[in-house]
T-cell receptor, first 118, second 111 residues
């Protein structure tokens, strides 16, 4: 149980275009999902926290107009990288926490999406 | 959020027990300690979580001394497939609980 999927697993896009990454909780409902970015040989960096039906909360330094997050259902959150630049190339990972919140704090992670912007 | 310090890297051999220690001198009363494993180009995987003393599950043990200023992840009889980065995280378990990631420890298991 507690499986999180991401699609696509890899994507290459041209500079200036937008790309959407999907994060799905397959066997549980997730009222809260988190988006992380990880550069090579670095740790995960939290980008934003999204709660179903409300606006995402972005971490300091993360441009909300560039990284659009939509959490429209209890099993799906999307991250859209708009006007992508080569420096946006990274490994994007989502995680989901089961909800409605009942004291289970564990986050279940997706397999990640490798984005390359050319 | 309490900061954690781990060794950058460690080497060991198949069949050995590996202990990875994490320092968290500023841990707060309500903070829990959680360890994750990450393979290259994959999302992290939960290993174990604890608050004090000792916790054991099917893959690892977590030892936490009384002052809780450090913790040790113990992996029994490692294999080559345990080569990964291991992260120690500390945070308060409430509805706003977020995971703040340190640098992690790159564990390399040799044959």
């Amino acid at each position: 149980g507690a499986v999180v999927s991401q699609h696509p697993s890899r994507v290459i896009c041209k500079s200036g275009t937008s790309v959407k990454i999907e994060c799905r909780s397959l066997d549980f409902q997730a009222t809260t999902m988190f988006w992380y970015r990880q550069f090579p040989k670095q740790s995960l960096m939290l980008m934003a926290t999204s709660n179903e039906g409300s606006k995402a909360t972005y971490e300091q330094g993360v441009e909300k107009d560039k990284f659009l997050i939509n959490h429209a259902s209890l099993t799906l959150s999307t991250l859209t990288v708009t006007s992508a630049h080569p420096e946006d190339s990274s490994f994007y990972i989502c995680s989901a926490r089961e909800g409605p919140f009942q004291g289970n704090y564990e986050q279940y992670f997706g397999p990640g999406t490798r984005l390359t912007v050319t | 959020l309490a900061k954690t310090t781990q060794p950058v890297s460690m080497d060991s051999y198949e069949g050995q027990e590996v202990n990875i220690t994490c320092s968290h001198n500023n841990i707060a009363t309500n903070d829990y300690i959680t360890w994750y494993q990450q393979f290259p180009s994959q999302g992290p995987r939960f290993i174990i979580q604890g608050y004090k003393t000792k916790v054991t599950n099917e893959v690892a043990s977590l030892f936490i001394p009384a002052d809780r200023k450090s913790s040790t992840l113990s992996l029994p009889r490692v294999s080559l497939s345990d080569t990964a980065v291991y992260y120690c995280l500390v945070g308060e378990m409430d509805s706003n609980y977020q995971l703040i990631w340190g640098a992690g420890t790159k564990l390399i298991i040799k044959p």
